[in-house]
């Protein structure tokens, strides 16, 4: 099916520790665009981009790092986990950057 | 910035009966304006948005929802609920380009729905 696919779905990171966060859309999307989702706190932009090679930060972005090497794909690296960044990531992508975003279903994080 | 406010945190409605969704926005120019559903360990579905034109919007699922300019408003509603809209519900706001540069997120409304 046509979508937004996250992998992993499930992590459990020691403090200091890193990893990346893949997501991959197969619907020629330019735009892709990283949030967070903490209890209480909606979804907050970590980092965006508007088109293969491109990356530029959001509302959140420190402690993480973005690239955009293939349109279809957007990874998201935590370089040394802490606490702090405990939470369910979602990936969206969007054709013009307008309109409505898809989103996949999500990565749940947790940093011990 | 802009920036969006959900005022209810938890609404319950019973089967059958109307619901209502506020959502308060606070943007210098014309907003782009979404609403979008997130069912439990889901990601987010589009449930409709508003750019320009007229005012009442349709969107998915039987849901609509009103831009009112000079309340700074873009509530949702549906005129019978049904046990599978329990939910949490999410108001955005794009800028430039209608959203390009990232959507801005209201903290949710959880909308429960007594049998």
């Known amino acids: 099916n046509a979508g937004v696919t996250q992998t992993p779905k499930f992590r459990v990171l020691k403090t200091g520790q890193s990893m990346t966060l893949l997501c991959a859309q197969d619907m020629n999307h330019e735009y892709m665009y990283w949030y967070r989702q903490d209890p209480g706190m909606g979804l907050r932009l970590i980092h965006y981009s508007v088109g293969e090679g491109t990356t530029a930060k959001g509302e959140v972005p420190d402690g993480y790092n973005v690239s955009r090497l293939k349109k279809q794909n957007f990874l998201l690296g935590l370089e040394s986990a802490a606490p702090s960044q405990t939470s369910v990531y979602f990936c969206?992508?969007?054709?013009?950057?307008?309109?409505?975003?898809?989103f996949g279903s999500g990565t749940r994080l947790t940093v011990v | 910035a802009q920036s969006v406010t959900q005022p209810d945190i938890h609404i319950t409605v019973s089967e059958g009966a109307s619901l209502e969704l506020r959502c308060n926005y606070s943007?210098?120019?014309?907003?782009?304006l979404f609403w979008y559903v997130q069912s439990p360990g889901q990601g987010l579905q589009l449930l409709l948005k508003?750019?320009?034109?007229?005012?009442l919007v349709q969107g998915i699922k039987g849901f609509e929802a009103e831009f009112k300019r000079s309340q700074s408003s873009f509530n949702l509603r549906k005129p019978s609920v049904h046990w599978s809209d329990a939910a949490e519900y999410f108001c955005?706001?794009?800028?430039?380009?209608?959203?390009?540069?990232?959507?801005?997120f209201g903290k949710g409304t959880h909308l429960i729905i007594q049998p």
């Open positions: 508003y750019f320009s034109g007229d005012t």
């Open positions: 969206a992508s969007s054709f013009q950057g307008r309109g409505g975003y898809t």
């Open positions: 955005a706001v794009g800028a430039g380009g209608g959203g390009a540069d990232g959507l801005t």
């Open positions: 943007y210098g120019a014309t907003p782009y």
